[in-house]
């Protein structure tokens, strides 16, 4: 229907906040339940009929939540004014319309004959829709039955026509609001697996396509609406975001644990909800296009696998599967062919599989094991293939592990999926990797499971690694690669932490990597995993500048593992070390400086650039031949580039000493001081060949590594290098200080001094 929310006369926005108003004038109770939105559909029918009086020829139709009698405490009144062309419509329409409104409430309205609002929904599949809901609240019986019968009736007739077009819309309707399963803050009608999906469900079985509605979704389904309900009684108006500060209030209100208790119901409950509405998609479109038929004129079976058989467009059992014993391989190899072939599997299979299937013995078979690597190194037809089984049972009888995993929210902005969702999208990411390691199944494996500790007390990296052990002498593998796999598990964080957070150029560096990874052969499955990992997690957590100090980290400790000889450190930029001081160089995204020898350089540097809004990721500064270098590696804070002729200028004029350009680094400083959780600081006492380690953990802000740096040099200490990692809203920031390491009163007098200047 077209939406057309108004103010009325005495200023009421009608966006359902005016409690007291619904109260006292509808009377609409609040309450959380199929019962409850019952009764307020109710309420809200006795209201509504009170403002239409006895005519021939007019009835006030009642669609969406209404219509279903599913009222949402601060849902929207859908409402048709439906008339056979009787006089004075308009002025009858404004008699029930502003009653509405002077209630406070949220109205999408419209008013039209029989013969209009077919035409509409014939042109609109939205409004075709929505009236499949259409309910008569009052007025001409008969009016309200030629609507709703015709309505329905042309849906019958078209609805396989219609869907393609609406496929369309509800895909990109999906691309704007994402996949309520995996988010933290979905919104519980328009992401896919939400209430709106439901809504087209209830649309596909209208029209005999296929049974969509069945019990599984139906009970997903309620606990939505219910979900839904006690947000809005939580908030206290109309909301659909399941925002983080709600979420424990909810939880509350449905008698959940907590929180995460309550994303993974709701996460159950919008895989359902989306399984079915793919399978139901798939049915309208065999319907629609037919399947190729053979001599017999039923469709082709196409062998695709062993014991396994394309039927209609989807995956099946051969006949001598289902007849004989069944091995307990089977769900694995049928999975193994879903994915490889990007077919879906047929609703009845994964239920024989289900229920026939016999479990796996320990360790597994090697045809098991084959089709565990042929499914995660099946690129993208991982995981939608994981995702059917798993909706099963499947995936619980071939990792019992799976179940602690299953929807477990990561509670970090720059992860985009739950732990499960990203162990199958890390290996599906692993696969483009293959080619490059000596080993992609173990690559594989590793991936699926280098987060497995996670949900768990400690650090997630070593909790795992017993977990993924017993995993991998589960299926199979010899102890060596057992062994391995731990390996994967409890450094698949070491190369970016180091490559982000420590000296590439420093042997020590180089030095306790390579003793950690032992030989070139995980190194390789370390960096692939890396690359893989990241990619699962989110555009934030990579970028450009981190992959090539990986990459940069990677080639030195090789060097290392080959020859025994670790590499000398790279030799400074030959141009600053020529021509008149001061000397400037940018280049893309370096930033070089050359000075006379004096304290402090760093921190001018670094005050500059948080001038023109530049982050620093990485600084390192020397002396040759007495010379002071600072070199930065640099990005735009907010993704402007700064203008190179006033930043070279700034350059220029502050590393030769201009008091006017440190006061006005000074004054922008102090002005973009952050608030956040308390800082830290960490020492590391052998990292380092020449230097002690002093790393700080606190809240991003921008001019936070001039900040330090000038707290460190009127404290006396001399920066080296320095390491700037981002961590979502959180930085973990490594100086490197040049001497021996300090006594107990010199490391408090340099911590307070750095905590001070956060």
Known sequence: MTSLIKKNASGHAGDGDANLLINEVVGVPGGIGEAARRARAAAYDEFLRGLLPARDGVALIAVGGLGRRQCAPYGDLDLVLLHAGVPGTDELAASVWYPIWDAGLRLDHS???????????????????????ARLVVGDQALADALIRTAADHWRRTAVRQLPGLREVTVARWQAHGELAFLLEGDLKEAAGGLRDVGLLRAISAAGITDALRPAVRAAHLRLLDTRDALHQQVGRRVDRLVAQEREGVAALLAVEDGDALLRRVAG??????????????????????????????????????????????????????????DPSLSLRVAAAAATTRLPIARATCEWLAAYCPPLPAPWPAEARAALTTLLGAGPGLVPAWET?????LVDGWLPEWTRLRSLPQHNPVHRYTLDRHLVQAAHEASRHAREVDRPDLLLLGALLHDIGKGLPGDHSTVGVPLAETVATRVGLPAPEVELIGTLVRLHLLLPDVATRRDLADPVTIASVAEAVGDTGTLDLLHALVRADAAATGPAAWSDWKGRLVAELVARVRTALDTGVLPEPPAPDPALLAGPLPVVHLTGDRVAVAAADRRGLLATVAGCLALHRLEVLSADASVVDGRAL????????????????????????????DVSVTQRLRGRALAARGSGAAPRVVWHREAATDAVLLELRAADAAGLLYRVACALDEAGALVRAARISTLGADVVDSFYLVGGWPDDATRARLEAAVLAAV
Do not use: M, W
């Open 630 to 657: 600072v070199e930065c590696r640099v990005q735009p804070r907010y993704g402007l580039p700064a203008d190179p002729v006033p930043l070279r200028a700034d350059l220029r004029r502050a590393v030769a000493g």
């Open 269 to 326: 409950d919008a895989r359902t909800v989306s399984h079915a509405l793919d399978d139901a998609f798939r049915a309208a479109d065999r319907l629609r296009s037919g399947r190729s038929r053979g001599g017999n004129g039923g469709p082709v079976r196409r062998p695709v696998a062993r014991d396994v058989v394309e039927h209609d467009g989807e995956l099946v059992l051969a006949r001598t599967a289902i007849g004989a014993r069944p």
């Open 111 to 133: 008013v039209r004959t029989v013969s209009e609002a077919l035409s509409v929904a014939q042109d609109d599949v939205k409004v075709a829709l929505g009236l499949l809901d």
């Open 389 to 393: 089984c798993d909706r099963y049972g």
